[in-house]
């Protein structure tokens, strides 16, 4: 058979086979499916979905936590020590203005002494000193 036969042949069958089940399917097929899915079964997604949400958002945030920390370090670099807040650090890099969480709330600095820094997240509550905080310490 020629190749241009059997290519309309594969096309016909295949929409004669979807005609088929289109015309097959019932009108309440889907409202059947969707009540078959439980409350509880569409929460738990929900669920699962939220603290993914979650979890990528404090994965972006420790991101943006050792960006500026890298900042912070190439400052004590050219400084010769460790700088008591970021102000300075802001003056010298332009670009550099406030880094933020992934939601929205300034990453605090705080200079523990002469040799290490902590940058701290309020996390996804937004206020600071509580358990959700995400505290890095260098």
Do not use: C
Not at 98 to 118: C, N, Q
Request: net charge negative; aromatic share 8%.
């Amino acid at each position: 058979m020629d190749k241009k036969i059997k290519v309309f042949l594969a096309i016909l069958v295949s929409v004669i086979v979807l005609v088929y089940f289109f015309w097959m399917k019932k009108p309440g097929d889907n409202q059947k499916m969707s009540e078959q899915l439980e409350e509880p079964e569409v929460s738990q997604v929900m669920l699962e979905s939220v603290q993914a949400v979650n979890s990528a958002k404090n994965k972006l945030t420790e991101t943006n936590m050792r960006s500026l920390q890298r900042v912070i370090e190439a400052s004590i670099a050219v400084e010769g020590k460790i700088p008591e807040d970021l102000r300075r650090i802001r003056q010298g890099n332009p670009p550099i203005g406030e880094v933020f969480d992934a939601w929205g709330t300034s990453i605090k600095y705080e200079k523990l002494s002469e040799d290490s820094f902590r940058l701290i997240s309020a996390g996804k509550d937004k206020v600071f000193n509580t358990p959700d905080d995400i505290v890095l310490d260098y």
